[in-house]
T-cell receptor
Framework: DAGITQSPRHKVTETGTPVTLRCHQT?????MYWYRQDPGHGLRLIHY???????DKGEVSDGYSVSRSKTEDFLLTLESATSSQTSVYFC????????????FGAGSRLTVL | EDQVTQSPEALRLQEGESSSLNCSYT??????LFWYRQDPGKGPEFLFT???AGEEKEKERLKATLTKKESFLHITAPKPEDSATYLC?????????FGPGTRLSVLP
């Protein structure tokens, strides 16, 4: 997937436990994004990063936090997972902001019981 | 509210049966419209970007067109390997807004 690796690819956890998803890129792109995809909804932006230690919220950021300590890594953390956070999570990267092609990872399927 | 809708939700075609998918949007200040293909268990894969009304892009059996309020993805003589979910997304400002997708099945 064009130099983007997401881990883990599948995870089952229990309500109230913390979860961290990792996105690793080898493209040296400045912008990184976390989306969630649910049936009947389009991809929805959770958080994005425009540089090391520079992040901002998307439309569905409640219950999620992110960190980017290196250009290549973007972490998504659910501090206390809830069943409503059961979803497929996609990381994406782009060279520039706005009307620039997003390249997506293969996704991480998270199930919160 | 800025919104992107896609129709139909699902489409079943026989191999060789041409058809079109629709993406309608209400965002103002459009900076680009994107089409992606998504196979089961995978991330979306970029197909086309369109920037202005009247613009067309082609790739193999796919052709994307853009008007002021909608885009069409025309599929000519589809093959089973064209089966996938097709997503459109519009860009306004710095944000992407994705539609829910059209699930296309092409039967042999």
């Amino acid at each position: 997937d064009a130099g983007i690796t997401q881990s883990p690819r599948h995870k089952v956890t229990e309500t109230g436990t913390p979860v961290t998803l990792r996105c690793h890129q080898t493209e040296n792109h400045r912008y990184m994004y976390w989306y969630r995809q649910d049936p009947g909804h389009g991809l929805r932006l959770i958080h994005y990063s425009y540089g090391v230690k520079d992040t901002d919220k998307g439309e569905v950021s409640d219950g999620y936090s992110v960190s980017r300590s290196k250009t290549e890594d973007f972490l998504l953390t659910l501090e206390s997972a809830t069943s409503s956070q059961t979803s497929v999570y996609f990381c994406a990267i782009s060279e520039n902001v706005g009307a620039n092609v997003l390249t997506f990872g293969a996704g991480s399927r998270l199930t919160v019981l | 509210e800025d919104q992107v809708t896609q129709s139909p939700e699902a489409l079943r075609l026989q191999e060789g049966e041409s058809s079109s998918l629709n993406c309608s949007y209400t965002v103002s200040g459009l900076r680009g419209l994107f089409w992606y293909r998504q196979d089961p268990g995978k991330g979306p894969e970029f197909l086309f970007t369109l920037y202005s009304a009247g613009e067309e892009k082609e790739k193999e059996r796919l052709k994307a067109t853009l008007t002021k309020k909608e885009s069409f993805l025309h599929i000519t003589a589809p093959k089973p390997e064209d089966s996938a979910t097709y997503l459109c997304a519009v860009v306004y400002g710095q944000n992407f807004v994705f539609g829910p997708g059209t699930r296309l099945s092409v039967l042999p």
